[in-house]
């Protein structure tokens, strides 16, 4: 069987996942939609699929499966529109940027029945994976304590900070799904500190640039998590899981791994200064997972409700941060 | 001039203090005080300095200066009477367990003008004065945000936890205190939570063997603490300060620096087992800074306020993580 | 502009400039030819091109250009015959394993006049160019001494061995390009030592599996090559070269990236086991600059003469081991 | 019972072994000798021991050992006059510059069965034992290849290289050293080359300042030096045994192990950048393995033979580079 795909958005990430649908001789893509005709056009030469419609794929009983990524308040309604159309769905995250609305849209998804996959595509970094594994294997013992280092190489526009949803829920978020994918229990307790240190603008716009965030799980195991806007050596990317038996980390990784000496000492070239080039292996993997449970017909994970309880750690740090407060989730 | 000392307390630190002292051209021991005959006459026979008691020590014209390394609960008091016997005193951490038992004693010193300084010898690691000088000599422009990793290589037995004063006053006390060296603010909040994770008996005594702590200056700056009675790979003690143009870290301390590669992977050996090993040097450097003091006449440094505030904190940690808040310096 | 071209060998090595062929906007894969229909049948299916015979490509006019990656032995037949041809020409090295026959190839191309491109991927790869270019920015000053460690995963099977040419002509062949690509200067002697350390079997055929050689140049700058057809953790190929202002070094790259810390130490997983996968991107960016010298008619380098010139010290390299002397280069 | 030790010598290896000696409750340096009494003066002082004369040491019974750090043409009378006084005799490296020299006082030695010592301090690094440690734990399996980068900071005066012996017997000297105490089995060719690189001065006094050395074993194991007068970021120092199982490394140590992140990448600080704080902790282990042979009767190691076979080889490879020839060792 070869999964026949459609993509709704094809702006920069649609294109990274264009791409990886094309190296899967398991799956293929047929359509492209996007409201810029030139950028539907690009994909569409790329890869040899047509243009089409939201309402054509609907209709299309030939796609199997489509890739939402779309500005993100248009996810939950597409999330529930395809989800009735009984197509399979990858969507970026977030479902919304609203609890009440991406839980409704969830309840949606469960009711049709539909497989919905969210992206966060850091749980398939090959490095994070191999953490996940080396814990799996029992190779540190129990884990006890998670740390998280994440901090972008420069902050965004104020124009994106508006839409972004904040910090937490456009940041820490990615942090807060990789802390529970590595925790192996499930957060009770957030407490976050943000501050302004890196643009004022941020700080005028309600936003923080700089938070540092604690986890606890129900039998005190405990993550932090350090976050910046701004880190001028590139995309600052680690993790660190300590057990009852030992550590694993995962380094950072770099485009060029070259040492200088001289006089002044020993120089490494920068960290990777861009999301898209740190993570291309990640993307290409996630939408691989996503074929593999489509074609399988498994439950593909992380799933929607991993999306909605990000989003809860996000919305309770926020709560947290505003008001110096120890925020229990329920 | 020769500064003349007395070692008070001729135990495991008192060795290493000796030895600093002998190793100092400008410094001479010439008397040891002990309750246990044997450590003292051992220290004696190595450093060629006399028998003596405190009462002996107090009165003798001839000695400038006192190390103080007897039990934690004698430490005010021995500071109280030196102070007024006009010596100057090292003396190792706390000055006493209680914030306001220390904040008395400090006030005497006040009174009496005795030079003093604190045994926080972390801040003569030379990693850290490294990572401290980076940034006096602005290499990460502003700070933003400091972490600090700190696990001790295995828990100690109840009895030593029973009169510790707990894991924020025994443990994390050396962290806030770095944290304040490397803020370059003070701080205002603390935020921490702790957990029993390692040792049953610990919660038992009331006490956590796993913490994770955030603090925040009045700017907004942060500091995240991570600590654990417990790690399997030796003594972790890792700081990393990000700021506005850069980053840097002090990487952990390895006695053996070898790697072997098999068909396993590559495997370096474990780190340092005992902060005694690991802090050589700062050991060291510490008495040499507290000659360095008394001979140039200046004040020494960390002070007894040093002490009281990083106290202060671990009472503020203590209180924190009991009652799931945040609490205010004052 | 698009380059037409023809892939000649759809091997394993064939497979993958088809696919860096396919990456290119500017290129186009119009034809494959291979002895097996299955193997050209598979590119043909993945590609869209077709199965095509050496005659008919050499006789189609709208080729611009050929991939040669058939058995070694046919390498000099091939490139006369597409340089006769007028086709612009990437073969895998080397040319010939016989200097003179090489030689006479290469006398062809020059009457002719052809484009001719050989395969030393690893000039190609990332890490290795950023050490040339800290070179050619003058961050070491004078290049002074050059060392590589080149040593494989495993020794290939005896029959491999048998027609590979030898340790010199088939493995440090690399390493040679690799130090003229280094030391800017041209070598004039060589001195080499081999041993059988590893296989019994590759001294009976006459071959060494262990082999150190030095190499110097005009001027006395020096190089030293470590090969071994074994390494248990992997791929192992570093190049450090050393200048009158300080060295720059890359260093192994690692499929997986993280550490775990252990009571036994930390560890890091074994390096790459497969040379395709190590040069991955070095692959895909010399079938880039093949294309690059196409499409702007430039010469490609490196060129038929690296490629003689490497197959010379590699004669020479098994002389001097051989015989036990050093060999002048003339 | 406490070994009772003269120092013939008191300059700058000198007051370093005076300091091993203080530091070991084992042994007591009761006597000082050198030809500038503000030399002999200062470490008087410092340990408490009388200035005396090569005569009177020979002369007195109480004193067990020798300890020679005097010029190196003074080594091989010292060495024969106290061998024949039934003294314990440590020397540093080399016994003469001259292999027949130093062979015939190693006959003086051997018929007074005196105990000698010869002080290359290399052997008692840490990290380098600890790579002979894992070969001898068979971590790697059988040894096959050593490599050795050994290179100064910067170049030694005209003054010095005049009487140096030149860069094989002065400086790789260490490196045959280690080469032998690593590959297992003794070395029976040298194949060197020399180049004037750093410092035409060095050239003019028909020295090299820059050399390549290939080593083989009678099994075919082989070793490779690297060593070069000048590293501008410090005293570069490691060594790599690759074996049947897989290779041990001993990277270079830092005194300050701190990484600063910029805009311009990673930042390390440079090496030590002088032989005596590269090598403290060897110092002071050899002349505790020193101490040791003495108090328990035991052969000292390495022993004279080890010195003069290293010396062996320098001549070996001055030949070879001179020669351009491969040297047998017979």
Chains 1, 2, 3, 4 share one sequence.
Do not use: W
């Not at 280092?149 to 508006?162: C, H, M, N």
């Not at 920068?270 to 439950?299: C, G």
């Not at 593909?300 to 750690?313: M, R, T, V, Y």
């Amino acid at each position: 069987m070869v999964t026949r795909l459609a993509l709704l958005g094809a702006g920069r990430i649609g294109k990274v996942h264009a791409k990886a649908i094309a190296s899967d001789a398991r799956a293929k893509l047929v359509a492209v939609v996007d409201a810029f005709p030139e950028a539907a056009q690009a994909i569409a030469n790329e890869s040899g699929c047509e243009i089409s419609t939201i309402d054509a794929v609907l209709a299309n009983p030939d796609i199997d499966a489509v890739i939402i990524c779309t500005p993100t308040n248009t996810h939950a309604d597409l999330i529930e529109r395809f989800a009735r159309a009984g197509k399979a769905i990858f969507c970026e995250k977030p479902i919304d940027l609203d609890v009440a609305r991406a839980a409704a849209c969830i309840e949606v998804v469960k009711e049709t029945g539909a497989k919905i996959m969210l992206g966060f595509n850091r749980r398939f970094d090959p490095h994070f994976r191999a953490v996940r594994k080396a814990i799996d294997d029992g190779q540190i013992g129990d884990v006890e304590m998670v740390t998280i280092v994440s901090r972008d190489p420069g902050a965004p526009p104020p124009e994106y900070i508006k839409v972004s949803g904040g910090i937490f829920r456009d940041m820490t978020i990615h942090d807060f799904d990789i802390a529970r994918f590595l925790l192996g229990e499930e957060i009770v307790s957030v407490f976050a500190t943000g501050s302004v240190l890196v643009d004022p603008r941020i700080g005028e716009l309600g936003d923080y640039d700089s938070a540092s965030i604690i986890l606890t799980t129900a039998s005190g195991r405990q993550a932090s998590i350090s976050n910046s806007r701004r880190a001028t050596y590139g995309y600052d990317q680690r993790i660190e899981v300590h057990g009852s038996l030992g550590s694993v980390a995962a380094e950072n990784q770099r485009p060029i791994s070259i040492e200088v000496a001289t006089k002044d000492g020993y120089t490494r070239p920068p960290l990777h200064d861009f999301f898209m080039t740190r993570y291309t292996e990640a993307y290409a993997a996630e939408i691989k997972a996503f074929i593999d449970s489509v074609e399988n017909d498994v439950a593909p994970s992380p799933s929607a409700h991993d999306g909605l309880i990000a989003l809860k750690l996000a919305d309770a740090a926020l709560k947290s941060a505003r008001e110096k407060v120890l925020v229990q989730i329920v």
